[in-house]
């Protein structure tokens, strides 16, 4: 019954931006971090970027600081990813995960995880 839906994904240029957001149902969304990775082609599953339950912390790779940020809307029941000067590397399905802990950067210590949305950049 618990349901995480990712969204915003699409084909974009090179330098463009996109914002994923992901709804979840099911759970006490302020109660849970959230987190985001990504799956490129050929590659696993690596960490992206998460979120407290209160928003108040935060953690990112360190190679998308500065271009992504994550934050969420507790009244919507929603989590954003927000990216910027997107790059051909970033193409990758893009994975919504819920955590009823504290924020971790291990995707196997997430409960929940969305089906994923396909983003593309083109170069």
């Known amino acids: 019954q618990v349901q995480l839906v990712e969204s915003g994904g699409g084909l974009v240029q090179a330098g463009g931006s996109l914002r994923l957001s992901c709804a979840a149902s099911?759970?006490?969304?302020?109660?849970?971090?959230m987190g985001w990775f990504r799956q490129a082609p050929g590659k696993e599953r690596e960490f992206v970027a998460a979120i407290s339950w209160s928003g108040i912390s935060t953690s990112s790779a360190e190679s998308l600081k500065g271009r992504f940020t994550i934050s969420r809307d507790n009244a919507k029941n929603t989590v954003y990813l927000q990216m910027n000067s997107l790059k051909p590397e970033d193409t990758a399905v893009y994975y919504c995960?819920?955590?009823?802990?504290?924020?971790?950067?291990?995707?196997?210590?997430?409960?929940?995880w969305g089906q994923g949305t396909q983003v593309t950049v083109s170069s």
């Open positions: 995960a819920a955590r009823e802990r504290r924020i971790t950067r291990r995707e196997n210590e997430y409960d929940y």
């Open positions: 099911g759970l006490t969304f302020s109660n849970y971090a």
